[in-house]
């Protein structure tokens, strides 16, 4: 069993488009989190969710719309989007301060 | 601000030897480090961590040393073999305000083994 699986592992859309990517993780965790790796492989922290409450918005376009339905589900939906939010995003979930854990992506390719 | 650093981008070693990372942070409120491993095309894999009362800590193969008073923090890995290949990331979270959960990650460092 995957601990944190998101979907899809690879996006290709056109400019403009709205598009969601979702997250799951079976761990029992917390708190869950979505991170964007840019093309110089650099990690930032976008949002964060513990007990379905958002307490990280690290100052993302509004664009960039989470939800979480309950506490083992994150998905992330992105609207009118931009060549500039091409990026590998991660989801991950942790148990407060420990038990850290990341999916295997998702690659978005705007064009 | 908070950052987490790296000092090389990329490092190669032969394999068989031993390789070091190093890491620079600039949080003093830094409590927990945390060293992931990234292999291509996959997510970020935990490798070891460190508390801040802990000044050393060792697994297999890896041992991570932090010195806080320059704020550093290097990961060793003895021996290394091909399968090590991976870009390497230290991270951190903190106490107080900046005590929500969330992971300051270095740029990464690419380790080459060569055979």
């Known amino acids: 069993d995957t601990a944190v699986s998101q979907t899809p592992k690879y996006l290709v859309t056109q400019m403009g488009n709205d598009k969601s990517i979702k997250c799951e993780q079976n761990?029992?965790?917390?708190?869950m989190y979505w991170y964007k790796q840019d093309s110089k492989k650099f990690l930032k922290i976008m949002f964060s969710?513990?007990?379905?409450?958002?307490?990280i918005n690290e100052t993302v376009p509004n664009r960039f719309s989470p939800k979480s339905p309950d506490k083992a589900h994150l998905n992330l939906h992105i609207n009118s989007l931009e060549l500039g939010d091409s990026a590998v995003y991660f989801c991950?979930?942790?148990?407060?301060?420990?038990?850290?854990?990341f999916g295997s992506g998702t690659r978005l390719t705007v064009v | 601000g908070e950052s987490v650093g790296l000092h090389l981008p990329t490092l190669s070693v032969q394999e068989g030897d031993n390789s070091i990372i190093n890491c620079a942070y600039s949080?003093?409120?830094?409590?927990?480090f945390i060293w992931y491993k990234q292999e291509s095309g996959k997510g970020p894999q935990f490798i070891i961590d460190?508390?801040?009362?802990?000044d050393k800590r060792q697994g297999q193969r890896v041992t991570v040393l932090l010195n806080k008073t320059v704020k550093h923090l290097s990961l060793q890995i003895a021996a290394t073999q091909p399968g090590d290949s991976a870009v390497y990331f230290c991270?951190?979270?903190?106490?107080?305000?900046?005590?929500?959960?969330?992971?300051?990650f270095g740029q990464g460092t690419t380790l080459q083994v060569k055979p």
């Open positions: 460190i508390r801040s009362n802990m």
């Open positions: 991950a979930s942790s148990h407060g301060n420990t038990g850290y854990t």
């Open positions: 761990l029992g965790h917390d708190t």
């Open positions: 969710y513990n007990n379905k409450e958002l307490i």
């Open positions: 949080n003093s409120a830094s409590d927990y």
């Open positions: 991270a951190e979270t903190g106490r107080g305000s900046s005590n929500t959960g969330k992971l300051i």
